[in-house]
């Protein structure tokens, strides 16, 4: 495995961990803030192809500008992308349907299916104590999902739509997270970090043909931060694993549910529900018992965490 420089500073590790955590809670408010003037795929490029510059100045000033782009494995950075472009497309979609608390609480299922995925694909043994994990946060989810899903055929239904691309979104990022279990073996995190914003703007475009918009001066701005802010945000959760542990790390991710409702009650008035809350606790607690049991079966994913954008 590839290990990037490695400095026990706790401390410092948690700090950049959080602080990129709350930089991508505001990238999401930002996205949401635009849904009903920008097209989700041109969202996604903006995104990607934004942060092209803050990773470049990053790894120069790191002199990894040359050594950092070194691949063995261009066609895994092609699938990483367009698995990773798939979940950001289909979460910047939901964000535009549901509140920002309840993609979030929906998001923290991604440990759980990705338990799920590794069983299946991997061939990895899953025993009770992550069976019984996978079980509650599967109830958490059901607990979150069930209002959306009993409304069907009312007006809320644009927000059911938004809630199953929310649940989509976070089955494909544990594809994404088994992925990079993988590419990690041979591949430095800058490459990944800087092949996964090319190749998502790449595929963008794509969707060009679909009906972008020319943005107003405040949209381009908007969206032009967002990009700017996900890439110092990707680069601030990458560095945080040099200096503290996976394990250590790991459970600083369920911040973003505290940012999101300050973030969705001030920006969107948006407050969350007592079913909603329930469910994410189950979610969170079977999230974090994964998290324990891989610490204490020695699986480090801190690779794979060190270079995942929470919305790709």
């Known amino acids: 495995m590839k290990v990037d420089d490695f400095s026990a500073r706790p401390a410092l590790g948690v700090g950049l961990k959080i602080t990129a955590i709350l930089l991508f809670t505001c990238m999401s408010a930002l996205i949401k803030s635009l849904a009903d003037d920008v097209p989700a795929g041109e969202a996604v490029f903006f995104r990607s192809f934004f942060a092209i510059p803050v990773i470049l100045i990053w790894l120069a000033q790191r002199g990894k500008l040359k050594s950092g782009l070194k691949t063995q494995n261009p066609m895994g950075h092609v699938w990483r992308g367009l698995f990773g472009t798939t979940a950001m497309g289909l979460t910047f979609t939901g964000l535009g349907l549901l509140p920002l608390p309840e993609v979030t609480a929906i998001g923290f299922a991604t440990p759980i299916f ?43 239904q644009t927000a059911t739509i938004g809630a199953l691309l929310i649940l989509m979104a976070t089955m494909v990022r544990s594809l994404v997270q088994i992925h990079i279990r993988q590419l990690v073996q041979n591949e430095d995190t800058a490459a990944i970090v800087f092949y996964f914003s090319v190749t998502a703007s790449l595929l963008a475009l794509c969707t060009l043909p679909f009906g972008w918009v020319m943005p107003d001066l405040k949209t381009f701005g908007l969206l032009v931060l967002a990009g700017l802010i996900g890439g110092v945000a990707q680069i601030l959760i ?75």
């Open 238 to 312: 990458t560095s945080a694993y040099r200096f503290g542990s996976a394990s250590m790390l790991a459970p600083y991710d369920y911040t973003s549910m505290i940012f999101a409702i300050v973030l969705g009650y001030i920006f969107f008035a948006e407050l969350p529900t007592m079913m909603m809350l329930a469910g994410a606790a189950l979610v969170i607690s079977a999230g974090a018992l994964v998290i324990w049991r891989e610490r204490q079966l020695g699986m480090e994913r801190g690779k794979a965490r060190s270079v995942t954008d929470p919305k790709a």
């Open 114 to 156: 990705t338990v799920i995925l590794a069983a299946v694909l991997l061939g990895e043994q899953i025993r009770l104590i992550r069976v019984t994990a996978v079980a509650v946060g599967l109830v958490g989810v059901m607990i979150i999902l069930w209002p959306r899903f009993s409304s069907i055929g009312t007006m809320e």
